[in-house]
């Protein structure tokens, strides 16, 4: 830190703080106005070791410290537990258990502008994937980041809040695979039925979207000159301006978000806490680890009767009169699912756990890889501010929620590569965010992403101590080679951007320096060849993990569940989550997951009313 800024820090401290780097102040300051991040949820209790905990449940001690009854308990407070759970309690009747493994929901999450701060925080899972090459080069000693909220609301309350409900073709597609109900025009309703879209230049349009749902969808209040440069480019390109979540989801738009005026809107926040205090037949339970399903046989029937889970050192054994849904994710679930003993026979037989179906719980993980390049360098338009500016913008967010605060990344495109799949529908997105901040930044990273992925990878139980261990994550990203074709094409798209007049007006420069220390630099400049390798280098997950418990056919050898999101040979089980997605979605998949707890909310409520 240069003598200048610790001179300016000083005369801003006025002796009541200690001098600090200005980031250390300002994330002190927003921590007092919103409140800390909880430290690690403590499972075992602060008198108890977890040494001890293993060894009781490696030795299966039956005894339970408490018993508890409810006729249905959702494993998971994340995206789609908080929709079930809501839905399912509006039934004054019935008694229901949502049992989360985070902490609340703190208000610090909810602040758009520090989305990325939450990322390997005590909010997120903290796992990653397995050290491979061919992806993630630039962080092969410690594999792909993972990022699963483990909080209160899930990834919905530490993701980029974008609101992206993916192609009809993608849906469609499921149906013709034999899921029947999971059409297009048959999933529709259960979307519009969450959406409370504010936004009145969407929203006028009846057909795609509602404005009664409780989930708040709308566009940043706060816009920065770079988000009119980016969507003037794609313009002068001949790209058209389109709303993403309507009839056609090529083109480009400033992206709509769950969100409200500056403030993230999550599952939790949506869905739970405008009724957690009102419903008396709901009971809610944050950290607390869920360690086993546990089922009975009657006669051919295996059924799901009780949820074991640890909270602050005790064991809880909790009866289920009706039904267990899981909804973990699509890296949990099928992890508690194999701990249950339902997973590849060969595979939980090895690690000594029962087994109650054989079935391929764990495969068929993919997600949207992405590469993301910091090499737009802004000259006229750079958003770094000194301090007492950045103090000012803290203030303007605490007291009107306006300000640099009030956003994240705005600008998104569709785009048909030459090798789609189905034509006129997008394989690749392009999306822009500031270089080490979504506030501050002299630099914006173009994140080129892969919609329709062919290549899959596999969530397995970590042998050496499977109740606590992290799992074993292998993606096999670009094992299929189309894959990697179409992220070059992709890639080459968006450098198409740096011709335009625009960019060349607004001074947006291309700088590949950040992106040249490796290898790379030995290949001709922007070759195929140098692109190919710029893939493997700095390729990355997109955070929307999906495929692990696949919905699909009985006669689909790869399935686990069925169209009702039943757990196939299992009775009063059902998976709802990411998981179950037979093929991703072309987008985030927040929204598509909130689509598929409401639709199974419905399936619930029509078998036991």
């Known amino acids: 830190m240069t003598a200048n800024i610790t001179d300016e820090l000083c005369k801003i401290c006025d002796g009541r703080i200690e001098c600090a780097p200005t980031a250390i102040l300002l994330i002190s300051l927003v921590h007092t106005l919103y409140g800390h991040i909880a430290a690690e949820p403590d499972y075992f209790g602060k008198s108890q070791g977890k040494t001890d905990e293993l060894i009781k449940f490696r030795h299966k001690n039956p005894l339970e410290n408490v018993e508890e009854e409810y006729d249905f308990v959702v494993i998971g407070g994340g995206t789609a537990g908080c929709v079930l759970a809501s839905r399912l309690s509006e039934n004054r009747k019935w008694k229901i258990l949502l049992i989360e493994a985070g902490p609340e929901e703190p208000k610090i999450a909810l602040i758009p502008g520090l989305t990325s701060e939450f990322k390997g925080s005590s909010l997120d899972w903290q796992y990653s994937m397995r050290p491979k090459k061919g992806f993630c080069q630039d962080r092969v000693e410690t594999g792909c980041e993972v990022v699963q909220g483990r909080v209160l609301g899930g990834t919905t309350s530490i993701n980029d809040m974008a609101y992206m409900r993916g192609s009809p073709a993608d849906y469609d597609e499921w149906a013709l695979n034999g899921n029947e109900g999971w059409s297009f025009s048959e999933v529709l309703p259960y979307f519009k039925y969450s959406e409370g879209n504010y936004d009145k230049d969407i929203s006028k349009n009846k057909v795609y979207h509602s404005t009664q749902g409780p989930l708040d969808v709308g566009r940043y209040p706060y816009v920065d000159d770079n988000v009119d440069v980016l969507l003037s480019a794609f313009n002068e ?100 699912l194999m701990l249950s003993g339902i997973g590849p026979r060969d595979y939980l037989e090895y690690l000594g756990i029962k087994v109650h179906a054989d079935l391929p719980v764990g495969g068929n993980f993919h997600d949207h890889l992405s590469v993301c390049l910091p090499v737009i360098k802004l000259t006229k338009t750079a958003t770094t501010s000194k301090f007492p500016e950045k103090l000012k913008d803290i203030t303007n967010y605490y007291t009107k929620g306006v300000g640099p605060l009030a956003a994240n990344f705005q600008v998104v495109a569709f785009v048909e590569s030459s090798i789609s799949d189905v034509l006129g529908t997008p394989d690749i997105e392009i999306r822009f965010k500031g270089h080490d901040s979504n506030m501050y930044y002299d630099r914006l990273n173009i994140c080129v992403s892969l919609l329709t992925p062919k290549s899959r990878g596999q969530v397995v139980l970590n042998a050496t101590d499977p109740i606590f261990g992290k799992p074993l994550i292998y993606p096999n990203f670009l094992k299929d080679p189309t894959d990697e074709i179409k992220l070059l094409e992709g890639v080459q798209h968006a450098v198409r951007l740096f011709d335009t007049e625009v960019f ?71 998976v709802v989550d990411a998981s179950i997605i037979p093929k991703i979605t072309r987008g985030s998949t927040a929204a598509p997951v909130i689509m598929i707890a409401e639709k199974a909310s419905d399936l619930i409520k029509t078998i036991w009313y």
């Open 237 to 336: 390109l001949g790209y058209n301006y389109t709303d993403i979540n309507g009839r056609n989801q090529l083109g480009f738009m400033r992206i709509q978000t769950m969100s409200y005026f500056g403030e993230r809107v999550s599952a939790y926040t949506a869905f739970i806490d405008p009724i957690r205090k009102v419903r008396s037949n709901l009971n809610v339970i944050t950290e607390a680890l869920v360690t086993k399903i546990r089922f009975e046989n009657i006669g051919e029937v295996v059924k799901a009767h009780s949820v074991v889970y640890m909270k602050n050192g005790t064991r809880v054994l909790v009866r289920v009169n009706k039904e267990v849904i899981l909804s973990a994710g699509a890296i949990n679930s099928p992890r508690l």
């Open 504 to 574: 060349k007006t607004a001074g947006f420069e291309f700088d590949p320096r950040p992106i040249l220390n490796n290898e790379c630099k030995n290949h001709e400049a922007v070759s195929t060849q140098f692109w190919s390798c710029i893939i493997k280098q700095f390729s990355m997950p997109l955070h929307n993990y999906v495929g692990t418990c696949k919905m699909g056919t009985v006669t689909d050898s790869k399935s686990v569940v069925d169209s009702s999101l039943g757990v196939y040979g299992i009775s009063n089980l059902r």
